[in-house]
């Protein structure tokens, strides 16, 4: 039975479909614990040698937000833990981000998300046909667990090969969205409606009598959150444990 995108139900321990290895597996079973207690989860760890070493850990909310200021509180909250569980050698750059319009698939509820978006698909073992590479538009999720296929239509099918297929998420081994019109576009109205909410719930504090000290002060001046995708945060590690400053930069 196909699942309905809008029945989604994310949660902070909801399992992720992909695993990381090495040394960014050991980051990642470090990672999650302090995240969690925060409110957040990891998205995706990675450990790359461009331009130096650079520790890039992927995190959100359940809901799927992650602002600039969630990427500061996640990169303090790991940076200690990081300095004394030393899991990597040399100096590295820690780099927390969120995941992105076209983000990365990970978890059943991000395909639940993405139904009706196109998405690239890689699988660790291919199918009867040979494939194990596809890129095509989500319909759904059929079967529960280990079981679960994904339904996709896809757009690189040749003029000889079957548009729909089922795709084994037991073996998925890497899942990303496209960057599309559509994608941008649903990605704006849902930061319009962020908006939108906050500004009401400004409002709402705003009209509630006030009692106590304080209660003849005029409103606090608006602060604005910035909104999916979020932005960066990064800070330069030394041998030793030691850090510098963290940079804030936006976009990803």
Not at 23 to 38: G, K, S
Not at 193 to 213: H, S, V, Y
Request: hydrophobic share 35%; aromatic share 2%; proline share 7%.
């Amino acid at each position: 039975m196909t699942q309905d995108a809008a029945a989604i139900i994310a949660t902070l321990d909801e399992p992720r479909l992909v695993a990381e290895t090495g040394v960014a597996a050991r980051v990642a079973h470090l990672a999650e614990p302090v995240l969690a207690q925060l409110g957040y989860r990891v998205v995706r760890v990675r450990l790359m040698q461009q331009n130096g070493q650079t520790l890039q850990i992927m995190a959100e909310r359940p809901d799927g937000a992650m602002t600039i200021d969630d990427c500061e509180a996640a990169s303090q909250a790991l940076s200690p833990e990081l300095d004394v569980a030393d899991l990597i050698a040399n100096e590295y750059r820690l780099e927390i981000s969120s995941p992105g319009v076209d983000r990365p698939l990970v978890r059943r509820s991000d395909f639940l998300r993405a139904v009706g978006h196109e998405a690239k698909i890689e699988l660790t073992y291919p199918l009867a046909s040979g494939r194990k590479r596809f890129r095509g538009v989500i319909r759904g999720i059929e079967g529960e667990g280990h079981d679960a296929l994904l339904a996709l239509e896809r757009t690189d099918a040749q003029s000889d090969e079957e548009k729909a297929v089922s795709l084994p998420l037991a073996d998925l081994d890497e899942g990303r969205l496209v960057l599309t019109e559509a994608l941008i576009r649903e990605s704006l109205r849902a930061g319009k409606l962020q908006q939108a909410e906050e500004k009401q719930e400004e409002t709402d504090a705003e009209q509630r009598p006030r009692r106590g000290p304080g209660r003849f002060r005029g409103p606090a001046p608006h602060k604005p959150k910035p909104l999916v995708p979020a932005g960066v945060q990064t800070q330069f590690k030394k041998a030793g444990g030691k850090s510098k400053p963290p940079a804030r930069s936006k976009g990803e």
